[in-house]
C-alpha cells in the first residue's frame, strides 16, 4: 500500500476528534454530560438568513462554477460595507478582499501561499492549532511568542529576537482571543503593525471572534492602524457570530499582496463556496442581528464565572469570545484535571495544552452549550467542577 506523505506524519490527532469519541462513549452509557468543549453556537442560524439562502438556491446562475475572480462580488461588497460599517476603514472588494470557505480555510491556505521550507513563521502559544500546523507541513520554522496571563495574552515583541523577525514572513494573531479569550487593543495593532513593518512581515489577523462581544465591548482591528494595509491580512468569518459554523463562509481582506497569492492557491483547489451561501452571507452581513445569542452567552459566562468564582476558582470575565480560560486549581496537569472533570464530575472541557505548551496549567470552557436556556446548565457545571476540583485539593 502506498505510504502517506512525510508532511501528513506531523499532523497530530485532531484534538477535538480524540474528546467527541470519549464524548461519545460516555452518552451511548448514558451519562449526562456537560459539554463545554468545542466552540461550535448552538443556536440556530436566523430564520432569515435560513430563507436567504432558501431563496438563492432556486437561481440557476448560483447552481454553476463561481468564476468570479475573488468570490461573489454581492458577498464582497456586503462585506466591504460591513467592515465600514463595523470599523470605519474602506475596502476595495475587487483587490482587497477574498471570500474564503470558512476562515480556517483561508488560514490554512495562507500558509501554503507563502512559506517554503526554511521560511520563518511567528506562532503564539497557546493559539488556535491551525496555524502550527499547517506551518509545520510547509517545513517553515516556527518561532513561538508566549502568551502569558501577566502581559494580558498579548505578544511581547520586543521578545523576538531581531535575526528571527527577519527571517519571518507571516506573523499570526488572533484577538478576541482563542482559547484565552483575551482582547488586544488598537495600541497592540500599532505596536505590531510597526513590527512587521520594520521586518517585512505580514501581520495575519483571525478576528474570527470580533463581534462575539459583551457589556458593549467593540474590537479594534489591524487594518484600523493608519497606513496598515501594505502588511496587514485579516480573516472574518461569519461562524461565530451569526451561528453559521457549518455554512463555512468568511473573507481575507488587507493588503492587496498578501491576498493575490492566496487567490492564486485557491483558483487551483477550490472552485468558490456554493454561491447561494455567499449570496445567503451577504443577507447575514447586512441585517442579521446577534444580540439575542450574545445575552444569553452573558446569561451563561455570569453563571460560569461567578459559579467558580463563588466556589474559590479566580476567573476573569472575558470581554469577547466565548471561552472561559481557567487555571486548573489543584495543580495537577491540564490532561489529568481534564480528565478527572469529565470522569467525576460529567463535565467535559479541553486540556490548555492542546493549543501549545504555554496552555499547560489551563482548561478551556466554551459557552456553547446544547440545550441550556438560560445559563442553568453553566451554573450546574460551575458546581459539579467545584466539588471535583475540592477533592482534588487546592481550591
Ligand atoms: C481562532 C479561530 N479562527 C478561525 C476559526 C475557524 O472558523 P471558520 O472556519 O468556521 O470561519 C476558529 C474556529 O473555531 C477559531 O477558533
Not at 228 to 234: M, N, Q
Amino acid at each position: 500500500m502506498p505510504s502517506r506523505s512525510a508532511r501528513l506524519e506531523k499532523i497530530p490527532p485532531y484534538l477535538f476528534a480524540e474528546i467527541a469519541r470519549v464524548k461519545a462513549e460516555m452518552r451511548a452509557r448514558g451519562e449526562d454530560i456537560i459539554d463545554l468543549g468545542i466552540g461550535d453556537p448552538d443556536q440556530p442560524t436566523p430564520a432569515d438568513v435560513v430563507h436567504a439562502l432558501a431563496k438563492a438556491a432556486t437561481e440557476p446562475a448560483y447552481h454553476r462554477y463561481d468564476e468570479s475572480p475573488r468570490g461573489l462580488p454581492k458577498f464582497l461588497e456586503a462585506g466591504a460595507r460591513w467592515y465600514k460599517r463595523e470599523y470605519g476603514v474602506e475596502l476595495d472588494p475587487n483587490t482587497e478582499m477574498l471570500e474564503v470557505i470558512g476562515s480556517k480555510e483561508g488560514l490554512a491556505h495562507l500558509a501554503w501561499a507563502f512559506l517554503d521550507p526554511g521560511d520563518g513563521v511567528i506562532v503564539p502559544d497557546p493559539a488556535y492549532p491551525v496555524y502550527r500546523i499547517q506551518s509545520d507541513m510547509c517545513g517553515a520554522d516556527i518561532f513561538d511568542v508566549k502568551l502569558t496571563e501577566e502581559n494580558g495574552f498579548l505578544p511581547k515583541l520586543e521578545d523576538i529576537p531581531t535575526d528571527l523577525a527577519r527571517r519571518a514572513k507571516l506573523f499570526f494573531t488572533c484577538y478576541p482571543n482563542n482559547p484565552t479569550g483575551a482582547t488586544a487593543p488598537l495600541s497592540f495593532y500599532e505596536d505590531a503593525v510597526r513590527f512587521c513593518q520594520d521586518h517585512d512581515i505580514f501581520l495575519v489577523a483571525d478576528l474570527a471572534y470580533a463581534q462575539v462581544t459583551y457589556d458593549g465591548y467593540r474590537c479594534a482591528t489591524a487594518l484600523q492602524v493608519e497606513g496598515s494595509k501594505d502588511c496587514v491580512i485579516e480573516f472574518h468569518s461569519l461562524s461565530k457570530p451569526y451561528n453559521m459554523t457549518g455554512w463555512r463562509i468568511g473573507f481575507a481582506c488587507g493588503c492587496p499582496d498578501a491576498i493575490a497569492p492566496l487567490s492564486r492557491l485557491k483558483d487551483n483547489i477550490d472552485s468558490k463556496q456554493f454561491a447561494a451561501i455567499a449570496d445567503a452571507g451577504a443577507f447575514a452581513l447586512e441585517n442579521a442581528n446577534n444580540s439575542k445569542t450574545m445575552d444569553l452567552y452573558k446569561k451563561r459566562r455570569d453563571a460560569l464565572v461567578d459559579g467558580l468564582n463563588a466556589a474559590g476558582w479566580q476567573v476573569k470575565k472575558p470581554d469577547a469570545a466565548f471561552y472561559i480560560w481557567a487555571r486548573v486549581p489543584t495543580g495537577e496537569s491540564s490532561a489529568q484535571f481534564a480528565k478527572r472533570l469529565l470522569e467525576e464530575a460529567k463535565v467535559l472541557v479541553i486540556p490548555g495544552n492542546g493549543y501549545g505548551p504555554a496552555g499547560e496549567g489551563y482548561v478551556r470552557m466554551s459557552l456553547t452549550v446544547s440545550g441550556d436556556i438560560n445559563g442553568e446548565r453553566l451554573a450546574e457545571a460551575a458546581v459539579r467542577m467545584s466539588k471535583v476540583a475540592l477533592a482534588g485539593s487546592r481550591v
